[in-house]
């Protein structure tokens, strides 16, 4: 399954700690390089057209030595979810920050490691849409999908 994503990286003062992820490095177990935004605070963008190829990206992004971790934010966007999710540093681990009036929905775990982990669909809940059959908020693949 291909889903195509796109992560935007806020952090205020941290030019030096993302340069390195603006260049390739067969090294980091995800791949691609960030493109930096011309915003007034730092901004950089990624983007994903294999579930496969992020994987650890969240990781590697909380062993960073940012200038003020209080300060990253990490927004990402899969190509089915109806918003970007909002994940901030906390304890020195990136985690999902819960939006108002918006859900994670969740398809059963893939039985093998043949398939990357899905980090399920986010949508908004205010909206009268009904949640398609077979997916909850329950279940999710024990697997980081970033």
């Not at 969240?58 to 927004?75: N, Y």
């Given at each position: 399954m291909s889903r195509i994503a796109q992560v935007i990286v806020l952090a205020t003062d941290a030019d030096e700690v993302m340069e390195p992820l603006t260049r390739p490095d067969e090294s980091r177990s995800w791949r691609g390089e960030f493109t930096p935004l011309n915003l007034f605070v730092g901004g950089w963008v990624?983007?994903?057209?294999?579930?496969?190829?992020?994987?650890?990206?969240?990781?590697?992004?909380?062993?960073?030595?940012?200038?003020?971790?209080?300060?990253?934010?990490?927004?990402?966007?899969?190509?089915?979810?109806?918003?970007?999710?909002l994940w901030m540093m906390y304890d020195g681990a990136l985690v999902e920050v819960p939006l108002p009036h918006v859900q994670r929905f969740h398809a059963p775990a893939s039985p093998t490691v043949q398939h990357a982990p899905s980090p399920g669909f986010l949508w908004r809940t205010d909206g009268g849409v009904d949640v398609p059959a077979g997916l909850s908020t329950e279940r999710q693949d024990p697997r980081p999908a970033w």
């Open positions: 990624i983007e994903f057209s294999r579930q496969w190829t992020r994987s650890g990206l969240l990781k590697h992004l909380e062993s960073l030595p940012w200038p003020d971790p209080r300060q990253v934010q990490v927004l990402i966007h899969d190509e089915e979810d109806d918003c970007f999710g």
